[in-house]
T-cell receptor, first 114, second 116 residues
Framework: AQKVTQAQTEISVVEKEDVTLDCVYE???????LFWYKQPPSGELVFLIR??????QNEISGRYSWNFQKSTSSFNFTITASQVVDSAVYFC???????????FGKGTTLSVSS | DTGVSQDPRHKITKRGQNVTFRCDPI?????LYWYRQTLGQGPEFLTY????????KSRLLSDRFSAERPKGSFSTLEIQRTEQGDSAMYLC??????????????FGEGSRLTVL
């Protein structure tokens, strides 16, 4: 069975702080895909990143970076120099192969205050 | 607008009534998904289609729920004899499948159901 755990329910930071959102996953598949989505207060889920199980390279996109470690089954997300606009619920998700259903974690609510 | 669209955006109904939601995916996407999201939870998978074929259904999808995608384009999700526990946001998403896709789902804004 596949499972995604986001142990942090809520995180509050002050602007310009760095923050890391944790994601731990479980799967028996050797090939799988990991995702992060953002759900701002408006409600629509926005895709942030996709990673396949064969690519453990970390990725950086602007203020966002992702750390994928198969040894610990983790796919953590770091926001550097957080901004108020980063306030949202962030979901980590897992799928067995491209195009199949995503299994989501329960999400981490990030609140960034000015 | 070429994104995923859902209709209606909000639906209030009385317990026992039937409701139907419609989803129009991104036109070139062959896969379409339905999810349900309740307050404070992540989206829960309900079912998905590749073209008109329903490939997978979650155990969450009781017999009162039925989904169709008759021509491989838009999809409908019907809930019969609604119960208060059905109150949730119903999310539709689409993607390109195995061939040509990278797996990310593109979500609509959702249809919020309130059962009184």
């Amino acid at each position: 069975a596949q499972k995604v755990t986001q142990a942090q329910t809520e995180i509050s930071v002050v602007e310009k702080e760095d923050v890391t959102l944790d994601c731990v996953y479980e799967t028996r598949d050797t090939t799988y895909y990991l995702f992060w989505y953002k759900q701002p207060p408006s409600g629509e889920l926005v895709f942030l990143i996709r990673r396949n199980s064969f690519d453990e390279q970390n990725e950086i996109s602007g203020r966002y970076s992702w750390n994928f470690q198969k040894s610990t089954s983790s796919f953590n997300f770091t926001i550097t120099a957080s901004q108020v606009v980063d306030s949202a619920v962030y979901f980590c998700a897992l799928s067995a192969q491209a195009g199949t259903a995503l299994i989501f974690g329960k999400g981490t609510t990030l609140s960034v205050s000015s | 607008d070429t994104g995923v669209s859902q209709d209606p955006r909000h639906k209030i109904t009385k317990r026992g009534q039937n409701v139907t939601f419609r989803c129009d995916p991104i036109s070139e996407h062959n896969r379409l998904y339905w999810y349900r999201q309740t307050l404070g939870q992540g989206p829960e998978f309900l079912t998905y289609f590749q073209n008109e074929a329903q490939l997978e259904k979650s155990r969450l999808l009781s017999d009162r729920f039925s989904a169709e995608r008759p021509k491989g384009s838009f999809s409908t999700l019907e809930i019969q004899r609604t119960e208060q526990g059905d109150s949730a946001m119903y999310l539709c998403a689409s993607s390109l499948g195995l061939f040509g896709g990278t797996g990310e789902l593109f979500f609509g804004e959702g249809s919020r159901l309130t059962v009184l």
